[in-house]
């Protein structure tokens, strides 16, 4: 564990350029130790609010705060807060990846040994040396993420970290944000893939028009959309007995699709065979029904249209 995790904080937050209000009265917060998606269409303001949260934008009203502290009033930001933006490394084409992270530890006054443990990390140590013009789209993204964890921060903004990975590559990127959220940092991630966002974050933050749609969990917005499991056992009639001695607690409906199959909403696939467990009751299949967090997220912002981000 790295320590007590830091929280981010959003009140009240509006940004106006001109005419255009792109964030408006935005309040949310962002718990340590899980991943928070930060969702909402293009243009809802998702880009603008984390440069807020960063000081690169000057909020027209409220405050974002991190740790109960603003980003221009931490000691020494790098080493509390790391941050990928639009994807981009910022690294000179003719610069090595490896001399780019050692320019930006010197200049953030960050041990230098601190290179090598995120090349080796981000799994970059062989293309180390190699110019960064000659990096794939997927390594360039490699290098932004090394970057903002070179002063091992507590917290993270990744805007789009998943951007040029291919499907092992998101993978990894996965396990990694996991395991850091593990170890007690807090992390928002925005992203517009949506499956991807469901398999990584345990709680999400969906925004439209600038505004605050819904601050919840995967697992809560899944109950209250519906999304069902579907379990086959050759005890179902006993299972769904189980089960539907909980619907009053999860909300949860059972339904019998067959002599051996269920269709169950209101319960997650391991709660389903915690509980068959507990009743010494044999389960054969589980299996989610895939509708889940990108039909939620269209039902939830629909009705918006906006050009600025």
Not at 83 to 108: E, K, N
Not at 198 to 214: K, P, S
Request: with cysteine.
């Amino acid at each position: 564990m790295i320590g007590d995790g830091l929280r981010i904080d959003v009140r009240q937050l509006t940004k106006r350029f001109g005419s255009v209000t792109a964030v408006s009265d935005l309040t949310f917060s962002v718990a340590p130790g899980v991943v928070t998606g930060f969702l909402g269409p293009n243009g809802a303001g998702k880009t603008t609010t984390m440069r807020m949260i960063l000081g690169l934008v000057e909020p027209t009203a409220g405050v974002a705060t991190i740790g109960g502290t603003r980003y221009c009033d931490l000691p020494q930001p790098p080493v509390t807060v790391g941050a990928v933006l639009d994807g981009a490394s910022g690294a000179h084409p003719a610069c090595s990846g490896r001399d780019h992270l050692r320019i930006y530890a010197t200049m953030s006054r960050l041990p230098l040994h601190r290179v090598d443990a995120v090349l080796d990390q981000l799994r970059l140590t062989a293309f180390a040396d190699r110019p960064a013009g000659e990096y794939s789209t997927g390594m360039r993204q490699r290098l932004s993420l090394a970057t903002a964890l070179l002063g091992d921060p507590r917290v993270l903004l990744l805007d789009e970290p998943g951007n040029g990975l291919d499907p092992q590559g998101m993978a990894w990127l996965r396990d990694l944000l996991q395991g850091l959220a593990a170890e007690g940092r807090t992390i928002l991630v925005s992203s517009h893939v949506l499956s991807e966002i469901e398999q990584i974050a345990a709680d999400v933050v969906v925004i439209r028009d600038g505004q605050l749609v819904t601050p919840a969990s995967v697992a809560e917005l899944s109950i209250a959309a519906g999304a069902a499991v579907l379990v086959r056992s050759p005890e179902a009639e006993r299972l769904a007995h189980a089960l539907g001695a909980r619907t009053a607690l999860t909300g949860g409906v059972i339904e019998r699709k067959g002599v051996d199959l269920l269709r169950v909403t209101g319960f997650s696939t391991v709660a389903i065979a915690e509980l068959a467990a507990a009743h010494g009751l044999a389960v054969h299949e589980l299996t989610p029904e895939r509708s889940g967090l990108e039909q939620i997220f269209l039902t939830l912002t629909a009705h918006t249209e906006r050009a600025l981000s």
